[in-house]
């Protein structure tokens, strides 16, 4: 980009402040130790607390994230049976 | 979430991106072949073979939705379709992510069969991105495949790296192991290709790369700054706007299903070299 | 002195436990006959000047004394120092064959072990009786390869010669008992006559070898004349002298 013939001073690509963005919020959440490790562990539990009051099926359970700059989300889905008699 | 029907009756094919040296573009080729075949309609999943250095992630642009990985998978701590990232922009397009925290160790020649068996019973096309190196990860994702697309650099060190694994890719596979299987189907396809070093002569020429490595052409990507670009977004180079890479990448994922494309140097076609190149590697 | 060319495999069948794995290894040793008495100076020095010629066929070889012809070579400390000169030598002797049973138990005081398995190669007859022959040994099977060899990959022929019908990459060995020839480019190394047959030769379609020996006796691509690269040659011994001339 010119301006009067002359280079604007360089400035950083929006495309490379992109790349910094991403790379910023990943590696504060996988430095800050909240790496989705204990998910399993998360899901067994879940499972099994609900399991005292209704049956589920084990593939029933599904955890989706979303990591943010400002927030994560945890979305967790379990389908329960239909209908109970 | 995975219901989506496969095109082809047959099992899916598995297809390993490899190439020995690093940073010749292995992740960028596999997200951008992946991506193309199912803008196709084909049913594609690309898996991160690279475990304990995840990166495809970051260039498909699904970093921030990891839940579970091939990892936990092979592990049996999750079930597979847990796994499976859907992309956003293609909806036949599938990642499964490697694991940042574990080791290599972690893979299995047993547990990546069992996943692979699952996934070519749901999808067409499995796309095995490779680390770089020969050792053992790089060994588990050619052993399965059916085709190998090996990424190399018109430069002595890449050439030198891609005939080793070449060898490999004859000697230390599932096909090369069982007696009358038809051996793996290997194909080259040359990045950052710069036309302006290669007329300076500091570059190696095509024609002197397939020479070294006899084995066929699948396409020739240009240095581009789209490719650059795509990583830093998070966007496969074919889902970017149009650049000369893009179009080299989709010529690569027609010659993959089969189509005859000609060859197309730094945007523009060249009619006698895709024979001259086709003569000399058949 | 006669001394048998030194390369080596593996054959790998894993005997697992927890803890360790055993796997059986095969490799060819280098076999080394004293003549005589206990060894002289004179004999570490015809030694020294057969090391010279080939140094990287013998490097860290293992090494068998064969005792057969050394009646003398009976004493644990002579027995020792062999194994010390040797090993400055970058030769390590592990082992015995044809020991007479006083050699033996010297032998096996010094830490050698009996080596009783095993075939020597023909190289153990001396090159005078090898010309008296009388009949010609009947044609070894070789080897024919037709697809592309490639960096990291090694062929051999163990008898016979090594045909190639394709191109030979850089980083690529081709090692063979007879003659190697190359109808593809030729940019590895190629090693005829490996047990030691010197009128085995090598031919090529195009030379761009980085190594060319012939019975233990190289060349590498730095000592090759420009005008012979890209040609078809063929290298043969003559005397001491590795040949490498166009052909045709």
Same mark, same amino acid.
């Given at each position: 980009?010119?301006?009067?013939?002359?280079?604007?001073?360089?400035?950083? /690509?929006?495309?490379?402040?992109?790349?910094?963005?991403?790379?910023?919020?990943?590696?504060?959440?996988?430095?800050?130790? @909240?790496?989705?490790?204990?998910?399993?562990?998360?899901?067994?539990?879940? $499972?099994?607390?609900?399991?005292?009051?209704?049956?589920?099926?084990?593939?029933?359970?599904?955890?989706?994230?979303?990591?943010?700059?400002?927030?994560? @989300?945890?979305? =967790?889905?379990?389908?329960?049976?239909?209908?109970?008699? | 979430?995975?219901?989506?029907?496969?095109?082809?009756?047959?099992?899916?094919?598995?297809?390993?991106?490899?190439?020995?040296?690093?940073?010749?573009?292995?992740?960028?080729?596999?997200?951008?072949?992946?991506?193309?075949?199912?803008?196709?309609?084909?049913?594609?999943?690309?898996?991160?073979?690279?475990?304990?250095?995840?990166?495809?992630?970051?260039?498909?642009?699904?970093?921030?939705?990891?839940?579970?990985?091939?990892?936990? !998978?092979?592990?049996?701590?999750?079930?597979?379709?847990?796994?499976?990232?859907?992309?956003?922009?293609?909806?036949?397009?599938?990642?499964?992510?490697?694991?940042?925290?574990? #080791?290599?160790?972690?893979?299995?020649?047993?547990?990546?069969?069992?996943?692979?068996?699952?996934?070519?019973?749901?999808?067409?096309?499995?796309?095995?991105?490779?680390?770089?190196?020969? +050792?053992?990860?790089?060994?588990?994702?050619?052993?399965?495949?059916?085709?190998?697309? !090996?990424?190399?650099?018109?430069?002595?060190?890449?050439?030198?790296?891609?005939?080793?694994?070449?060898?490999?890719?004859?000697?230390?596979?599932?096909?090369?192991?069982?007696?009358? %299987?038809?051996?793996?189907?290997?194909?080259?396809?040359?990045?950052?290709?710069?036309?302006?070093?290669?007329?300076?002569?500091?570059?190696?020429? &095509?024609? #002197?790369?397939?020479?070294?490595?006899?084995?066929?052409?699948?396409? =020739?990507?240009?240095?581009?700054? %789209?490719?650059?670009?795509?990583?830093?977004?998070?966007?496969?180079?074919?889902?970017?706007?149009?650049?000369?890479?893009?179009?080299?990448?989709?010529? %690569?994922? /027609?010659? $993959?299903?089969?189509? &005859?494309?000609?060859?197309?140097?730094?945007?523009?076609?060249?009619?006698?070299?895709? *024979?001259?190149?086709?003569? *000399?590697?058949? | 002195?006669?001394?048998?060319?030194?390369?080596?495999?593996?054959?790998?069948?894993?005997?697992? @436990?927890?803890?360790?794995? $055993?796997?059986?290894?095969?490799?060819?040793?280098?076999?080394?006959?004293?003549?005589?008495?206990?060894?002289?100076?004179?004999?570490?020095?015809?030694?020294? +000047?057969?090391?010279?010629?080939?140094?990287?066929?013998?490097?860290?070889?293992?090494?068998?004394?064969?005792?057969?012809?050394?009646?003398?070579?009976?004493?644990?400390? #002579?027995?020792?120092?062999?194994?010390?000169?040797?090993?400055?030598?970058?030769?390590?002797?592990?082992?015995?064959?044809?020991?007479?049973?006083?050699?033996?138990?010297?032998?096996?005081? %010094?830490?050698?072990?009996?080596?009783?398995?095993?075939?020597?190669?023909?190289?153990?007859?001396?090159? @005078?009786?090898?010309?008296?022959?009388?009949?010609?040994?009947?044609?070894?099977?070789?080897?024919?390869?037709?697809?592309?060899?490639?960096?990291?990959?090694?062929?051999?022929? #163990?008898?016979?010669?090594?045909?190639?019908?394709?191109?030979?990459? /850089?980083?690529?060995?081709?090692?063979?008992?007879?003659?190697?020839?190359?109808?593809?480019?030729?940019?590895?190394?190629?090693?005829?006559?490996?047990?030691?047959?010197?009128?085995?030769?090598?031919?090529?379609?195009?030379? +761009?070898?980085? $190594?060319?020996?012939?019975?233990?006796?190289?060349?590498?691509?730095?000592?090759?004349?420009?005008?012979?690269?890209?040609?078809?040659?063929?290298?043969?011994?003559?005397?001491?002298?590795?040949?490498?001339?166009?052909?045709?």
């Amino acid at each position: 980009m010119k301006r009067f013939g002359l280079p604007l001073w360089p400035r950083r /690509s929006s495309s490379a402040q992109t790349a910094k963005n991403r790379l910023q919020i990943l590696l504060a959440h996988e430095r800050s130790g @909240s790496t989705p490790d204990y998910l399993p562990q998360l899901q067994r539990e879940i $499972l099994e607390v609900i399991r005292r009051h209704v049956t589920v099926d084990e593939e029933a359970i599904d955890i989706r994230m979303e990591q943010g700059k400002e927030l994560s @989300s945890l979305e =967790i889905n379990i389908e329960l049976p239909r209908s109970r008699p | 979430m995975t219901s989506q029907l496969k095109k082809e009756d047959s099992v899916g094919k598995v297809i390993v991106i490899t190439s020995g040296k690093g940073g010749v573009g292995k992740t960028t080729s596999s997200a951008a072949i992946g991506a193309g075949l199912a803008k196709r309609g084909l049913k594609t999943v690309v898996i991160d073979f690279d475990v304990g250095l995840r990166n495809l992630d970051m260039i498909m642009g699904c970093e921030r939705r990891v839940v579970y990985d091939f990892i936990n !998978v092979i592990q049996g701590e999750a079930k597979l379709k847990q796994a499976l990232i859907r992309d956003k922009r293609v909806d036949t397009l599938y990642v499964l992510p490697t694991s940042q925290t574990r #080791d290599k160790d972690a893979l299995t020649q047993e547990g990546v069969e069992a996943v692979l068996n699952e996934l070519r019973e749901e999808f067409d096309y499995i796309i095995c991105d490779s680390p770089a190196g020969i +050792e053992r990860g790089a060994q588990l994702a050619m052993y399965f495949a059916d085709e190998a697309v !090996v990424v190399t650099n018109p430069e002595v060190s890449s050439v030198r790296d891609s005939d080793r694994v070449l060898g490999l890719l004859n000697s230390k596979t599932k096909r090369a192991a069982e007696e009358g %299987a038809e051996p793996i189907k290997a194909q080259v396809l040359l990045t950052r290709y710069d036309k302006a070093r290669i007329e300076k002569g500091e570059m190696m020429t &095509v024609e #002197d790369v397939l020479e070294i490595l006899a084995v066929p052409l699948l396409g =020739i990507v240009p240095e581009s700054p %789209a490719v650059l670009k795509a990583s830093n977004v998070g966007v496969p180079v074919v889902l970017d706007e149009p650049s000369a890479a893009s179009q080299a990448y989709e010529d %690569a994922v /027609s010659r $993959l299903i089969g189509e &005859v494309v000609e060859m197309r140097v730094d945007g523009e076609r060249k009619p006698g070299l895709l *024979r001259r190149l086709f003569g *000399r590697s058949a | 002195m006669p001394i048998q060319d030194a390369d080596e495999r593996e054959a790998q069948a894993p005997a697992t @436990s927890t803890s360790f794995q $055993l796997r059986g290894k095969l490799f060819t040793a280098v076999t080394l006959l004293p003549e005589g008495g206990v060894p002289d100076a004179a004999f570490y020095a015809a030694l020294d +000047e057969q090391l010279q010629k080939t140094p990287q066929f013998f490097n860290n070889a293992p090494v068998i004394l064969d005792l057969q012809s050394a009646p003398a070579l009976a004493r644990t400390e #002579d027995l020792r120092r062999v194994v010390d000169l040797l090993r400055e030598r970058k030769l390590s002797a592990f082992g015995v064959q044809n020991a007479r049973p006083a050699q033996l138990a010297a032998a096996q005081e %010094a830490g050698l072990i009996s080596v009783t398995t095993g075939n020597d190669t023909p190289l153990r007859v001396p090159r @005078s009786e090898k010309k008296g022959a009388a009949k010609p040994p009947p044609p070894k099977p070789g080897k024919i390869i037709t697809t592309p060899v490639r960096s990291g990959q090694t062929i051999i022929a #163990d008898q016979g010669d090594l045909v190639v019908l394709a191109p030979v990459s /850089s980083g690529a060995e081709l090692v063979a008992a007879g003659n190697i020839h190359v109808y593809g480019r030729l940019r590895g190394r190629a090693m005829a006559g490996a047990y030691g047959d010197t009128r085995a030769r090598i031919f090529c379609g195009k030379l +761009e070898a980085e $190594l060319l020996a012939v019975a233990g006796l190289y060349r590498t691509s730095d000592s090759l004349e420009d005008a012979l690269l890209g040609q078809g040659v063929q290298a043969f011994l003559d005397g001491n002298k590795l040949c490498v001339e166009a052909l045709g």
